[in-house]
Each structure stands twice: as structure tokens, then as C-alpha cells.
């Protein structure tokens, strides 16, 4: 019995030694940052080239002497773009791994589910999801979005409508949860710009024809038409649009008005279709590296993780403690529009060692954040499609 | 809102016409193996690919391609019926219909693995509207288009109608609908009877499905968007009446247009199945009756 005893003993011993190890040097050994990106499903396209970005960026911080004396450790774990997966491997990150921080959640239904556990255990959630309601979590300043949301996308919309010498606008939209904000939104900005919102039609996007919708928009004689759709019931209804003989300004997301579009619906019948989308500053040297990193054009998000490792060890280093909480509490004061302006975190750490303030602009932009974490704007960029082609007209 | 009337009524009747065909196809299904085949929505999105494979790899003219959209999700119909549905209809309707809904998500999920989740669309030009004036009732549009697929749909119900009507094997098939005891104490092989129904079945969904992707898009979810609409078409019409069918198409096509007057557009999908809700109310099998097919 008492062999038993002390073999279970030593048994339970052994299996927690690492822990206690751990527990100890978690004050004096690495900093730990997690990834928690999607590998698979829907974003799986994405997760990949963000967790690249991730471990180049914490390499080249470690390789100039790391943060605050101390080294990052990045631990990276795949939400399989679903959030049940989500909620697994962030408790694995937090309760297991201690990360102080975990980066780029991409998926909106994720980037819900993992965000009480991030507050409650005072850990840092940098995420790149767009919808509205993730700010709005009683989340105590511990969430920081760098992708802006609709309120800020509606807002560029109606303030490029406007300047394009749109007088009357309609909107169609598909019906989301965020058709309504959207509208709003954009009716009280073109309204601003001297501009008028004229009416507003939530459709059906499952349906397969919209030509009494269309009828409903195209009576009110608008300059623009804002289509607040995605890819299947765009096509549709462009086609509609030019079955109608409709020569006004037709105006929607980047999301929606992808390369496909163009082969479904062909060229004739896209030509003129303006798209905006949030767009990473493509003249930023921090976009170059990220660019390097990858070997390829990156992708806005990619471009945001690179800012939120970044952000993440520079407020660090502000602090000079690797807690969720220093970060939170130090996040914006790296943002000092007195400070000396800086793309890297590298270049950052040692202005802030020498005690001089900073003021850090990224791959995705200004990373200048509102109260409940929001990003206050960015850059995006302007397409048309030209001959079955999109060309860049401009970015603002 | 009411000067719409007569644009709304066209959109109506082209919408219906769309309809009309695939619902023919669920009708004619449910007609002699007596269980509702959801399995019709995978086999419209195989006719949809099957048109695409023939008009944009092949190069062949959209008439051609729509015999091939028949053809190709028949020939399924057929195939997935006997691998995966034959053997459970002892077991009664409902297990069927179960299964049906399973087998069309296997197959959605097919096709999404051959060809990917992209959209594709046809070769054809998209034409403009022509516009009508009706003095006194306002200008309507109509698009060329839309009136060469209704013009395909008539053609097909009408082939249909001749079959069904003057081909021996036709009457063979209206005998097993009607009486299926009967038709067997006749000496009606029922299993081919069967399969039959199912090639016609599914090839006027394959049919159906091609007309809708012309309009919209090819893509893994084409027969599935309107799954829900061939559906309370044939219930309108009543489940197993030809021209049943064709009516309920319209009533849904014409109901969910004219719907806009006083509804939002996004309730349109409910006005379908309030319209079922109503007709079943004061007509339990339908506005036709069944098996009049």
C-alpha cells in the first residue's frame, strides 16, 4: 500500500514538474504570444500566410535582443475556422501555454466565442473580424480590431458616393444582420456630403430574381445604386441592371465583386461596377516587409497580424512586463501622435528602451484605436471594372 | 404601387414558368412512387453543371446544352434512385423522403468537390429588356431572355403532355399513378415504371435547374435556392397533378411578386408557403386534387 502510495506520489510529482517549472519562469523566461488563426475551413486560405507573418516578425524581434530583456515565444493553434475548435485551443493558449496575448481570430463566430475567455483571464485578443457586435462585448478593453467595421465602411462608401457627384442614392441590400446599420449609417453621411439616400431594399438573397426590386430602385432614378450583396445575388442582379438598361453609377464591396464575378457575368455587364475594400497601406515599408515575408502580395490580413504582433511587443516594451494587462493598459500610448513615427517594432523597442515616445503606423495603417477597440480608420482602395478587368482607381 | 400591376404580373408569370418545370418534375415523381423527392434540388444544381460542361467546355448552343442538362440529371435520377432509394420505399413515404433529403446534400457536396464552390455562368450574351408600352397601363419591360426560357419550359411541358397522352408507355405511367394495384394485376412492370418516372422526374429538374443558372449562376447551391418554391408549387397545385403543378408555379411566381405591394421584398420566400397554408386550409389536396396527373 505504501508503495502504492509513494509510486503515485512520484508519479504526480513528475507530471507536475514541468508546471511548476513553467510557473516559475514565466517571470523571468519568454514572453508567449498565440496565434490563433484558421488552418482550415473557410479561412483556411488565410491562416497559413498569417501565422508565416506571426513567427518572421517574433524571429527578427528576438534576433535584435527580444523584449524587455525577455524573448517571445509564439505558440500557434488552428481554429479551424469553427468555434467550438476555437474555444479548445484557446483555453489550451491560455491555460496550458500562459500566452499573454492571442493574435489574429478571423472568423466573426470565433472571434465571439474565444473573446469572454480572453477577458476574464485579462488576455489581449487582436482580431481581424468585421462584424459590428465584437466591440460591442463587455470585453473592458481587452479586444483591439484592426479591420474596420461597417460603421466605418459605410461611412467611406457614402463619403466616395458623394464625391463622385451622386446627388440620389439607393441601396439594395441582401438581408444580414448589419443591411439596417449599413443604410443608416450611409444616409446620414451622404446627407453630410450633400447627398441623398433615396430609399433602401432588403432583398431576399436566396431568391433567384430580383426584378421587381430592381423596378422598386430604378423608379426612384438614382445616380448610384449601393449593392450591399454578395458574390451569387450581385450577379444577378447586374444582370438585371443591364436587362433594364441601367447607366447610372453601380457601387459595392470588394468581398462581393471578385474576379469570378467577371467570368460569371462577363464583361459587358460589369462594365463600370465600382468596388471599395479596406486595403492595407501598399506604400508603407512595414507592407514591404510583410510583402518579403511572404514572397507574394499579401493580403490585408496577413498585413494586420503583422500589426498586431507589433503592437503587441511594443507595448510590452512600453511597460517593460509581458501580461495581457500591460499590453491593454499600454496599447495606445504607442500610438503617440508626438512620438517619433515608426513601421517596426524592432526600430520601436529601442526608441522606447532610450524613453522616447513612439508613434507606430503598420502594414494595415494607423493603428489608432477607439475606446472600445476599434480601429478609427484605415486605408481602402477603389476598383472599376474595365473590359472584364479591375483597375485600380484609387486609394484613399 | 398599383400602376405596377401589369410589370408585376409579367415578372410573376416568367417567374412561374421557371418554376413550372422542376415542379413538374417533383410532381411526376411523387405521382407514381407516391414520396416527395428532395433529392430534386441536387439533381437541378447536376443539370445546371451538366448545361454549363455542354455550352461553355463543349461549345455547343444553349438549346443543345438544355437537352444535355435533361438528360445527364435523368440518367442520375435513375442511377441514385436505384443505388440509394429503391430498396427503402417498403419501409414507407416518409423514410424515403428522409433519405431524399440526404441524398441531395451527398450529391450538393459532390459537385461542390468536382468543381469547386466558384461560380461559373454560361456563354451567352445578356440581351436588354424590351419595352412595351401599354398606354394606359404604363410601360413594362421584358426581357428576351426570360421569354425564350419560358418559351423552352412550354416546349418541355408540352412534349410532356404528348407523351403522357398519346405514347403507350405514357399511359403505362398514368396507370401505375393512378392505381398501382391495378396497373400490376395488368401486367405493368412497375420498376421500370419506376425508373422511368425518375429519368423524367430529374431531367425536368436537370431542365429547370439550366433555365435558373441561365438567370443567375452555376454554382453548388443553384437547385437548392429554389428547392423550397418547387415545393410549394406542387403542393399548391396538388401533389401529383401535372397541371397542378403548372398552376401552383404560377400562383407562387405571381404571389411572391405581387406580395411587394404590400410586403417588405424580404418576406417574398414566406409568401409561398402562406399561399400553402391557405389553399391547404380550404383545399387539403391542392387546387387540383391529386393524381390527375
Known sequence: ?396 | MTGDLPQLLINGLLAGTQLAVPAIGFTTIFAVLRFPSFAIASHATIGAYAGYIANVWLGLPAGVALLAAFIVAGLFGVATDEIALRRLRTSGPLTVAIASVALTIVLENLVRFGFGNDQRGYALAVLRDWRVDLGALGMVRIGPQQVQNAGAAAVAMGLLFLFLGFTRTGKMMRAVADNPMLASLKGIDADRVAQLANFIGMGLAGFGGMLVAMDTAVDPLTGFRVMLSIFAAAVVGGLGSIPGAVLGAFVVGVGEEFSIILLDPTYRTAVGFLAILIVLSFRPRGLLGERAI
Open chain 1, 1 to 396: 500500500m505504501t508503495l502504492r502510495t509513494s509510486r503515485r506520489a512520484a508519479l504526480l510529482g513528475g507530471l507536475a514538474a514541468p508546471f511548476v517549472s513553467r510557473l516559475a519562469a514565466a517571470q523571468t523566461g519568454p514572453i508567449r504570444l498565440g496565434t490563433l488563426t484558421p488552418q482550415t475551413g473557410a479561412g483556411g486560405p488565410y491562416g497559413p500566410a498569417m501565422v508565416k507573418v506571426a513567427q518572421a516578425l517574433v524571429g527578427e524581434i528576438n534576433a535584435a535582443g527580444g523584449v524587455a530583456g525577455r524573448r517571445i515565444e509564439l505558440v500557434s493553434e488552428d481554429d479551424e475556422t469553427n468555434p467550438d475548435a476555437g474555444v479548445r485551443a484557446a483555453r489550451k493558449l491560455i491555460d496550458v501555454e500562459k500566452v499573454s496575448a492571442i493574435i489574429g481570430t478571423w472568423a466573426s463566430a470565433v472571434t465571439t466565442a474565444v473573446a469572454p475567455l480572453c477577458w476574464e483571464n485579462k488576455v489581449m485578443l487582436f482580431t481581424v473580424s468585421g462584424a459590428d457586435s465584437i466591440t460591442k462585448l463587455p470585453h473592458q478593453g481587452y479586444i483591439i480590431r484592426t479591420q474596420p467595421n461597417t460603421y466605418l465602411q459605410s461611412a467611406t462608401a457614402a463619403k466616395y458616393l458623394a464625391s463622385t457627384g451622386a446627388k440620389t442614392v439607393f441601396a439594395l441590400s441582401a438581408q444580414t444582420p448589419f443591411a439596417v446599420d449599413s443604410y443608416n449609417r450611409l444616409s446620414d453621411v451622404l446627407a453630410q456630403g450633400g447627398a441623398k439616400a433615396v430609399g433602401d431594399v432588403i432583398y431576399d438573397a436566396s431568391k433567384t430574381s430580383f426584378r421587381s426590386e430592381i423596378d422598386q430602385a430604378l423608379k426612384t432614378k438614382p445616380d448610384a445604386l449601393f449593392l450591399n450583396s454578395y458574390t451569387p445575388d450581385l450577379a444577378v442582379i447586374l444582370r438585371e441592371l443591364f436587362r433594364a438598361g441601367y447607366e447610372g453609377r453601380k457601387f459595392t464591396f470588394g468581398y462581393a465583386a471578385n474576379a469570378k464575378l467577371l467570368d460569371t457575368v462577363g464583361a459587358e455587364v460589369a462594365e463600370g461596377l465600382i468596388s471599395f475594400s479596406p486595403s492595407p497601406d501598399l506604400d508603407s515599408p512595414a507592407f514591404a516587409k510583410v510583402r518579403a515575408i511572404l514572397g507574394a502580395e499579401p493580403d490585408p490580413y496577413s498585413c494586420q497580424v503583422h500589426d498586431h504582433i507589433s503592437l503587441a511587443a511594443l507595448a510590452i516594451g512600453k511597460a517593460g512586463a509581458g501580461t495581457g494587462t500591460a499590453i491593454h493598459d499600454n496599447l495606445r500610448a504607442i500610438g503617440d501622435a508626438a512620438g517619433t513615427k515608426i513601421t517596426s517594432a524592432v526600430e520601436g523597442l529601442k526608441l522606447l528602451a532610450a524613453g522616447k515616445a513612439v508613434n507606430f503606423e503598420g502594414a494595415s495603417g494607423p493603428c489608432k484605436f477607439t475606446p472600445a477597440g476599434d480601429i478609427e480608420g484605415c486605408r481602402f482602395r477603389f476598383d472599376v471594372a474595365e473590359k472584364g478587368k479591375y483597375r485600380l482607381l484609387s486609394l484613399i
